[in-house]
Nanobody, 125 residues
Framework: QVQLVESGGGLVQAGGSLRLACTASGRTFSRYVMGWFRQSPGKEREFVATINWSGSSTYYADSVKGRFTISRDNAKNTVYLQMNNLKPEDTAVYYC??????????????????WGQGTQVTVSS
């Protein structure tokens, strides 16, 4: 069992920055692939970024590439999402997720076994 708790959401002006954090507890966090997804009203939950167990490999959605950075600190059981140059279209509830066993694309929500409660990010113009 893995529990994920997110923090760092809030309201910012366009062009501003936020840093989200997700702290995990439970079995063998350091071996989990971690991801960030987001969901805005009326839309499907979409992939944002993912990071492997060691932090050596990261992948980003085209919409955030160059602006967002995912990282992890296994000693703290925490994954981060640094969001810079935020745009109004980034407004969404952001979720962190953990993938253990199984197979499939890490871009897909189906790949992940555990989810955080979500944290609201609102970017005003």
């Amino acid at each position: 069992q893995v529990q994920l708790v997110e923090s760092g959401g809030g309201l910012v002006q366009a062009g501003g920055s936020l840093r989200l954090a997700c702290t995990a507890s439970g079995r063998t966090f350091s071996r989990y692939v971690m991801g960030w997804f987001r969901q805005s009203p009326g839309k499907e939950r979409e992939f944002v970024a993912t990071i492997n167990w060691s932090g050596s490999s990261t992948y980003y959605a085209d919409s955030v590439k160059g602006r967002f950075t995912i990282s992890r600190d296994n000693a703290k059981n925490t994954v981060y999402l640094q969001m810079n140059n935020l745009k109004p279209e980034d407004t969404a509830v952001y979720y962190c997720a953990a993938a253990s066993g199984g197979s499939g694309s890490y871009y897909s929500t189906r790949r992940y076994d555990y989810w955080g409660q979500g944290t609201q990010v609102t970017v005003s113009s």
